[in-house]
């Protein structure tokens, strides 16, 4: 598969926001009809060409099929569920579950680190590139609503927010993933776009710029196997003065 080509500044700066929930563990994988799943989030990103494409609830080995395919650049984070690793099942030879981030420009550095505060068997964190284009793309997997995790929502929330606001300092940043709430953890300096329309699991799943990413504009696609809807958000991504 030939490499996608990035966006240059001045144009058109597009981001896919997914959750697949490939697992093969969560009650949704009974609607991921493995590897429908796959093959549709392929076909999404080969229609819609985005930028970045951020994924949660993934598995290391399907991404990095994704992007093969499509042709885009890969880092993946593992998340630690009871204690250790979680290798995918069902089937199984999929690597690790976590959360990835797809560019089509070159990733220069990565970052990722579990949030200070956790709740709950699994064990949550970040995860940020830098590409070549100056644009930091960040996504993370906050803390769900059950009752054994949500006391850590809102502090992972206040990280996540700070973190943003150090890596704009510098950079461009765009951020996107399933926050598991509908108020937003956008720092000042930040807009917000959220999957508020979809007919799924609506406004958990957020998109947060920086204002060199302007007039951001947000469309909800309906998945078939998934229990997520795909966010996609567009924005004109400024040339630098």
């Not at 240059?8 to 991921?32: D, H, I, R």
């Not at 080969?46 to 930028?51: L, S």
């Not at 710029?209 to 909800?220: E, F, I, K």
């Amino acid at each position: 598969m030939r490499a996608a080509v990035a966006s240059p500044a001045g144009s058109t700066y597009t981001l896919m926001q997914m959750n697949l929930c490939l697992s093969g563990l969560a009650v949704c994988y009974t609607k991921v009809a493995y590897p429908a799943v796959v093959e549709e989030a392929v076909a999404r990103i080969r229609k819609a060409h985005p930028d970045a494409v951020t994924f949660n609830e993934a598995c290391r080995g399907d991404v990095a099929l994704i992007a093969r395919r499509t042709g885009y650049h890969l880092r993946f984070a593992r998340v630690i569920y009871l204690g250790k690793p979680l290798t995918c099942i069902q089937p199984g030879g999929r690597g690790l579950f976590g959360d990835a981030v797809l560019t089509k420009a070159a990733i220069e550095s990565t970052g990722s680190r579990p949030f200070e505060a956790q709740a709950g068997i699994e064990r949550r964190g970040w995860l940020c590139v830098t590409t070549r284009v100056d644009v930091d793309v960040c996504t993370a997997h906050l803390a769900s609503g059950e009752i054994e995790e949500v006391a850590a929502n809102d502090p992972q929330c206040n990280e996540l927010g700070s973190l943003l606001a150090r890596r704009a300092v510098a950079r461009t940043v765009i951020f996107a993933g399933d926050v598991n709430r509908r108020s937003s953890c956008a720092p000042g300096g930040f807009w917000t776009r959220t999957d508020a329309l979809a007919e799924q699991d609506s406004g958990r799943q957020h998109v947060y710029g920086t204002g060199a990413l302007r007039s951001p504009s947000a469309q909800v696609l309906h998945t078939t196997h998934t229990d997520h809807e795909i966010l996609l958000v567009r924005a004109h991504l400024a040339a630098p003065p």
